[in-house]
């Protein structure tokens, strides 16, 4: 029993507060009214057009003696689904005396005259509960959501000095209630679907007003949202409410912004991007005239804009009074070198990104170039514009200096101009720190020659010194064979020669053949030598027979 008992309170109290009442849904009204204690008849009269002056007060009346509470919380009065206005509904506890006759309820919004209700008590009904606690209750004042409201009630006739003065908000639209039944806060419900290849929004809308079309558009979401393209219209006939919406970048304040075509009717924003922040690290220009960098932040993000230089590992060091501070617009950095290792670094919070705009070396102005002859560092600076630079040895280390400078030498180089520096006396040191001295922002550079980079260098001349003597050891061995093998050729080419003669020569004697063509045969070793035989033109050759 005890526990029912709390419910009720608390469920009493709840419909008693307007805050508490968005959470779980407004009460309904059907139409405003006037209402008053029981046995305390009261109603409702016009303002009056020309206020009547307060008077004295009697009989010890103040403010705390007369009114014990005043209460407000916000009701719905509805004419259909989407039809329904908010009502302040205003709850008054006073102590009743013969001298009061009714109360005067005052509201007054800025921008907007003070607006009065008087509620006047019946003779009788007042006589008969003087002195007594009552009650009156009123919800016939219309409020907008999220509305600060001014009341002041007074009674009537009115007493000076007896006056109760409050505010009161509004309850703005944030509940599900007044979102679907409110007309001041039916926006539609958006939802979406995102093609990144094709680069499209794919939109569709639900629960927009009835019997109303309905606007779409990408727009940039700062104190406005700006448009980023042409508004689409969705027709309240059209049985599928859905639209395709292209954009170029998928930035975090690009959101998709819908109302419905009605005057003054409340948008909503749905941004489906606003965790892209690595989007708007983009766009970075740089003026090689002027040498000025410029970057603009698309999106109200507070951001850490710094210039840095990277290192070898990776590490990009901020340069000394190279930071700003931003949250919209743009931002310059004026007299920059365009150095590859000078770099962009941008801060959110505890996340960083790096963007590098001269790495690719197209707009390089200088460069170092540093040699070494019989010991000696030769080093020259060149340049494609007038510039002066600081040079010097310096030992490197590995603390946070990095490279020690013993000594600099400042180097002025015109354009397209190449000037070498003489180091000669101090060769102890094995590094050249270069830096530019006529801008604000640049990049020291360190160029290095290793010692195992020298000692590779002798190993390399040692090794080709031995290949050459390998080398001309196998020349005179080339000489001979040449030699003997165009000699070779001379003696194939006259024997070749010569067997020709002599065959030229045979066919000669064979043109005029000797009429005696008879030759002996003659033994010899056992064997029988049979020469060719001149007889009648025979060639045949003399072969040896042997027994």
Request: aromatic residues 6%.
């Given at each position: ?278 989007e708007l690290w983009f766009g970075i220009t740089f003026d090689p005239l002027e040498e000025t960098l410029s970057w603009e932040l698309v999106c109200p993000v507070a951001t850490v804009v710094a210039l840095c230089q990277t290192r070898k590992d990776g590490v990009c060091v901020d340069l000394p009074n190279a930071s700003r501070n931003v949250s919209r617009g743009k931002i310059r950095f004026t007299e ?212």
């Amino acid at each position: 029993m005890i526990l029912w008992v709390a419910l009720l309170t608390a469920h009493c109290c709840l419909g008693l507060n307007g805050a508490a009442a968005e959470g779980t849904g407004l009460d309904r009204i059907e139409k405003c009214s006037t209402r008053c204690s029981q046995g305390l008849h009261c109603k409702a009269k016009p303002d009056y057009i020309f206020h009547p002056p307060c008077q004295e007060a009697a009989g010890g009346l103040n403010t705390s003696s007369v009114f014990h509470n005043i209460s407000f919380s916000t009701v719905m009065m509805c004419e259909g689904r989407q039809k329904c206005s908010l009502q302040l509904r205003i709850k008054t506890a006073l102590q009743l005396t013969e001298s009061i006759q009714g109360v005067s309820i005052c509201t007054m919004t800025a921008g907007m005259m003070m607006s009065c209700r008087i509620l006047k008590f019946t003779r009788s009904s007042g006589k008969r509960m003087s002195g007594l606690q009552v009650e009156v209750e009123n919800d016939c004042t219309s409020v907008s959501p999220n509305q600060r409201v001014q009341v002041v009630v007074k009674t009537l006739p009115s007493y000076c000095g007896i006056t109760w003065t409050g505010t009161y908000n509004a309850p703005a639209c944030i509940s599900e209630d007044m979102r679907r039944h409110v007309p001041d806060c039916i926006t539609g419900r958006l939802s979406y679907n995102v093609n990144p290849v094709r680069k499209e929004l794919s939109v569709s809308v639900s629960e927009m007003m009835e019997d109303h079309n309905y606007n779409l558009r990408l727009c940039y979401k700062d104190f406005l949202c700006s448009g980023a393209g042409t508004n689409l219209l969705i027709k309240k006939e059209e049985p599928v409410k859905s639209v395709t919406l292209p954009y170029s970048r998928p930035v975090p304040c690009l959101c998709i912004e819908g109302w419905s075509a009605v005057m003054d009717a409340p948008r909503v924003q749905v941004c489906p991007f606003k965790d892209r922040l690595k989007e708007l690290w983009f766009g970075i220009t740089f003026d090689p005239l002027e040498e000025t960098l410029s970057w603009e932040l698309v999106c109200p993000v507070a951001t850490v804009v710094a210039l840095c230089q990277t290192r070898k590992d990776g590490v990009c060091v901020d340069l000394p009074n190279a930071s700003r501070n931003v949250s919209r617009g743009k931002i310059r950095f004026t007299e920059v070198d365009p150095h590859p290792q000078l770099c962009v670094k941008f801060t959110v919070g505890s996340q960083f990104w790096t963007r590098c705009p001269f790495a690719d070396g197209r707009l390089q102005a200088w460069d170092v170039v540093v040699t070494r002859q019989r010991d000696r560092e030769q080093v020259a600076v060149t340049s494609r514009i007038n510039a002066t630079f600081s040079v010097g040895l310096c030992v490197t280390s590995a603390g946070p200096a990095g490279c020690q400078i013993n000594k600099t030498h400042r180097v002025h180089v015109g354009e397209n101009e190449a000037v070498g520096l003489n180091l000669s006396d101090e060769l102890h040191s094995s590094c050249v720190q270069v830096r530019r001295l006529d801008v604000k922002y640049t990049a020291t550079v360190i160029h290095c020659v290793e010692q195992r980079n020298r000692t590779a260098h002798r190993r390399h001349v040692v090794a080709g010194g031995t290949s050459w003597d390998l080398i001309w050891a196998f020349v005179p061995v080339g000489v001979c064979l040449s030699g003997i093998i165009s000699v070779t050729l001379l003696l194939h080419v006259l024997l070749t020669v010569y067997l020709r003669r002599r065959k030229q020569r045979g066919n000669e004697k064979q043109k005029d053949p000797p009429h005696d063509c008879v030759v002996p045969a003659t033994h010899q070793h056992g064997g029988i030598l049979i020469p060719d035989s001149p007889l009648c033109g025979n060639t045949e050759k003399a072969n040896l027979l042997s027994e």
